[in-house]
Each structure stands twice: as structure tokens, then as C-alpha cells.
């Protein structure tokens, strides 16, 4: 019963801008973490960023190569959490997906690690057309 779909990839130019969707169904994120992860072809998935249940300043954290560039936020009414990219680039280029934080502690971000997460979504295409 419990699904993730993202949406909002697509082909942008560099320095484009881009805004995922992770929508949760049959499942309340009120307690949850979120992550956002990233596959490129021939590369290991790694974590993009993630939020916290209750999302402030701290709340969030992000991997280095995407600092001042990515957000990641959360409406918890519409079990919904984005991920707005600026300044695309190349190396962005990837799969996109979200999961749910199953880990001690489930409602809190506190690292970026795949194996603490579980339920993901199908995954959405961003592509830089570099």
C-alpha cells in the first residue's frame, strides 16, 4: 500500500533549474525523515540531501557537491517533499529518488546513507544537456 512517485525531472540546459516531487501514498511522513538520492549510469548511488520531520535550518543536510544549489523541503499535509535544483550541471545528470527514513532516528536527518532508508520510489530522469 505504501508508494513513492517522483516526478518533475526532465532535460535542462546548465545552469537550469529544476524542482522534484516525492508524493507519498498510503503511508503519514509526520514522523519520517525523507532522502533524496541519485544514480548516474556506471556510478554508485549516493545521497543528495534529506529533511527532517520538522524542518529547520539544522533539520536538513546535503551532500557537498550540492550545497548552495539544491533545497530540499517538505509539506507534510500533502506527504509531499522537493527538491529544488539550481545551477544544474553535468554531473547532476542522474536518476532521482526519495525514500523514507526507517532508521533510529526515523524522524530525524542525520545522515545522508542509503541502508537507513527503504521504500523507494521509481525514480525520475534529470539530464543536463552539456
Known amino acids: 500500500q505504501l508508494q513513492l512517485v517522483e516526478s518533475g525531472g526532465g532535460l535542462v540546459q546548465p545552469g537550469g533549474s529544476l524542482r522534484l516531487s516525492c508524493v507519498v501514498s498510503?503511508?503519514?511522513?509526520?514522523?519520517?525523515?525523507i532522502g533524496w538520492f541519485r544514480q548516474a549510469p556506471g556510478k554508485e548511488r549516493e545521497g543528495v540531501s534529506c529533511v527532517s520531520s520538522v524542518s529547520r535550518g539544522t533539520d536538513t543536510d546535503y551532500a557537498d557537491s550540492v550545497k548552495g544549489r539544491f533545497t530540499i523541503s517538505r509539506d507534510n499535509a500533502k506527504n509531499t517533499v522537493y527538491l529544488q535544483m539550481n545551477s544544474l550541471k553535468h554531473e547532476d545528470t542522474a536518476v532521482y529518488y526519495c525514500?523514507?527514513?526507517?532508521?533510529?532516528?526515523?524522524?530525524?536527518?542525520?545522515?545522508?546513507?542509503?541502508?537507513?532508508?527503504?521504500?523507494w520510489g521509481q525514480g525520475t530522469q534529470v539530464t543536463d544537456s552539456s
Open positions: 498510503g503511508f503519514t511522513l509526520d514522523n519520517n525523515a
Open positions: 525514500a523514507v527514513r526507517w532508521s533510529w532516528p526515523a524522524e530525524r536527518c542525520v545522515g545522508l546513507l542509503g541502508a537507513e532508508y527503504g521504500s
